[in-house]
């Protein structure tokens, strides 16, 4: 079925939204998008631009990085310079034109991208010492990394940066437990542009190479149809279930968070088509918006690409840590989030009698199947990583099968020119990932100078008084706070930066935190990475439900709140994740993790049905405590509450069943 069978059905249920109206959404919501149009040579320069970007990547992808400094310089460089063209310094001024100042500030950072090119010998052998020049060219990096990343990211990861800048100079007057010597102008410059400790960090590293190679991957899966076929494998697979349209939202944004690494992005491509489909057939539109949104910000959750986060992970946590490790240990706890939302929207839709989609309203599944072959570009990535081959030439092999498949399948144009074009978006949407990842880097080299994480750490852990239940609690809401409005890469930079030192102090208190078990390290890197990713459901910011109600036609806060009531299971998985790392797979047997997620499975049906108030047939307010208090004490990894809950559960399942037609029956009786 093609998009534009997609649409006919989705206007015989709803009116479904112009691509036009999808792009005035994704400005509104997604900074990332709010990018200009330029005319004319401007037009063609930023194009060929743009392919020479993504051809130096491609370049060192298979031949081999150059020196660190040189890669990741020409890198921000190239990405800088776009960013300045592209994104307007404020969202009232005009898309069509590029103001003079834009100019000026691109060639800027054209010069600093060059810089460490052209001085490379004479910088390595400086050891630090700064001439005039080098130290203007540094001071201009920082602030056109800060004012790129405003642009392109948002305010927040800037003046979050910012302040951490001051705080590197303004150390000595910072109260006891932060204070620390101060950094000279001198030194900041230094470190943020001069080392591979600041700007020229790890994230940036990660942004130079494995983040960019599958972004280019997941532009040239746009370019072959999958995104596309995932909305018609969806409908296929959960169509004509129970309140069917809200099920095909959940397993299509499943599916799109493997390409996208926006869960604005995710709410806009996939729920352009459900939400109108989960309004037509009685779901309130703020419930509906919510389905949408809870399930594409999982995306982000989502192995084996995660946002992006995945591959920072590795870096960050070091010390042998493989990328499959990491998506490996993402797979359960992202299953339980999509099973979690699945399980109250299946309960909300019995509650209301919603049914699925009819067979006129389905697409031909046949047809369906025969283009299964769609789907070869992701698997293939997976065996790959899986057999051991570097992540960076899987995605190069991966982007090598798009185009093959781009050639067999019949529904989309695919020749020369839509591989140039795919080489050209690969390159537009790594624009706001470098300058956040630049930015971020900021944050990191302050935390890692001046010994910030670790104050942090202790003095969250010494206000916690030592319980980990609150010191857990107080690192969720600083995650949810850090989170805010900050894209996927920023996200888990900030919080794993700032936030999941607290924990990995707390569990593994007598080693120094590069010596800590990697599964306490791991299970604290999780914690905040959820933490910081729901926080785009979680109200007041929530741009994912902002973007849903701007579908839905509903209330941005209601969705919110209904968002996150449906994502209760990303509240949950990351306490089960410290209480039960088995759901990560490091050193368990199958036996482990099958309990584990048996008994999550369990717990998240129990309270799903204590949240929505409906199992068989209505469930009074006692019951209610009954299920809730039956489906926390299964998620606690802890044998007797496992079983005492299991208890409780059986029981009111057998209550339940023998009494499910006590409703019908009293009705009857009345009538």
């Known amino acids: 079925m093609t998009n534009k069978t997609v649409a006919a059905n989705s206007e015989n249920l709803h009116e479904a939204l112009t691509l036009e109206q999808q792009q005035q959404l994704l400005e509104k919501y997604d900074i990332e998008s709010n990018q200009r149009n330029p005319q004319n040579i401007m037009k063609h320069f930023i194009y060929f631009g743009l392919l020479a970007f993504t051809l130096f990547q491609v370049y060192t992808a298979i031949f081999g990085q150059f020196p660190a400094q040189i890669q990741r310089t020409v890198h921000i460089g190239f990405a800088l310079t776009f960013v300045f063209l592209l994104f307007p310094a404020s969202r009232k001024l005009s898309k069509s034109s590029i103001p003079f100042y834009d100019y000026i500030l691109a060639l800027f950072a054209i ?43 948002g ?12 705080y590197a100079f303004y150390g000595p007057y910072m109260p006891e437990f932060m204070a620390h010597r101060g950094q000279s102008l001198d030194s900041i410059v230094n470190l943020m542009f001069f080392s591979t400790d600041g700007i020229l960090g790890t994230p940036l590293a990660v942004s130079s190479t494995f983040i960019f190679a599958f972004l280019l991957f997941g532009a040239f899966l746009v370019k072959t149809g999958v995104g596309e076929y995932f909305n018609d494998l969806a409908i296929s697979v959960a169509g004509k279930l129970v309140g069917g ?18 869960s604005v992005a995710n709410v806009v491509t996939s729920g352009a088509y459900t939400i109108p489909m989960m309004k037509r057939l009685g779901y309130n539109k703020n419930f ?15 192995p084996p690409i995660m946002g992006a986060a995945a591959f920072l992970m590795v870096e960050f946590i070091g010390r042998g840590v493989t990328y499959w490790d990491i998506a490996k240990a993402a797979a359960i706890p992202a299953v339980l989030y999509f099973a979690g939302i699945w399980i109250m929207t299946h309960f909300e839709a019995k509650r209301l009698g919603l049914r699925g989609l009819t067979d006129e309203e389905m697409p031909d599944r046949s047809n369906v199947l025969k283009k299964i072959y769609l789907l070869v570009p992701i698997v293939l990535i997976i065996v790959l990583m899986m057999s051991g081959v570097p992540v960076i030439h899987s995605a190069l092999y991966g982007i090598l099968a798009c185009i093959i498949v781009g050639f067999i399948n019949p529904d989309v144009k695919f020749g020369f020119k839509e591989i140039v074009d795919g080489l050209v978006d690969g390159a537009r949407s790594a624009l706001a990932v470098a300058a956040a990842t630049a930015c971020a880097g900021i944050i990191v080299g302050v935390v890692v100078k001046t010994g910030l994480g670790l104050s942090l750490a202790n003095s969250l852990v010494k206000l916690a008084g030592g319980s980990i239940i609150i010191t857990l609690f107080f690192v969720m809401i600083a995650s949810l706070i850090l989170g805010m409005g900050a894209p996927t890469t920023a996200n888990y930079v900030i919080t794993s930066t700032i936030a999941a030192p607290a924990i990995i102090a707390l569990l593994a208190p007598d080693v120094p935190a590069s010596a800590a078990p990697i599964i306490v390290v791991l299970s604290a890197h999780f914690f905040v990475f959820y933490f910081g990713i729901i926080a785009d459901i979680t109200p007041p910011v929530a741009l994912a439900a902002f973007a849903a109600s701007g579908i839905s036609g509903g209330d941005p806060i209601r969705t919110g709140v209904n968002s996150a009531k449906l994502a209760i299971a990303a509240f949950i998985i990351p306490y089960m994740i410290i209480f039960s790392p088995a759901l990560l797979m490091i050193d368990v047997t199958v036996w482990q993790i099958g309990w584990v997620v048996f008994t999550a499975l369990m717990g998240m049906i129990a309270i799903g049905v204590g949240v929505i108030g409906y199992w068989y047939r209505p469930v009074n307010w006692m019951e209610r405590i009954v299920l809730l208090a039956a489906g926390l004490a299964m998620i606690y990894p802890e044998s007797m509450s496992d079983t005492l809950g299991l208890i409780a559960f059986g029981i009111m399942f057998v209550i339940q069943w023998m009494t499910k037609n006590k409703e019908t029956t009293s009705k009857v009786a009345v009538s």
């Open 155 to 166: 305010l927040p990861i800037a003046i979050i940066a910012g302040m951490f800048l001051l």
């Open 288 to 302: 509906a918006g919510a389905v949408e949104a809870s399930a594409s910000t999982g995306g982000q959750l989502m």
């Open 111 to 153: 010069f600093v991208g060059s810089y460490w090119v052209l001085n490379y010998e004479r910088l390595v052998q400086s050891l630090g010492q700064l001439e005039t020049l080098d130290f203007i060219v540094g001071l201009l990096a920082i602030i056109i990394v800060l004012e790129g990343a405003r642009r392109a990211v």
């Open 245 to 262: 349209p809200a099920k095909v939202a959940i397993f299509s944004s499943a599916l799109q968070g493997t390409i996208s690494g926006s």
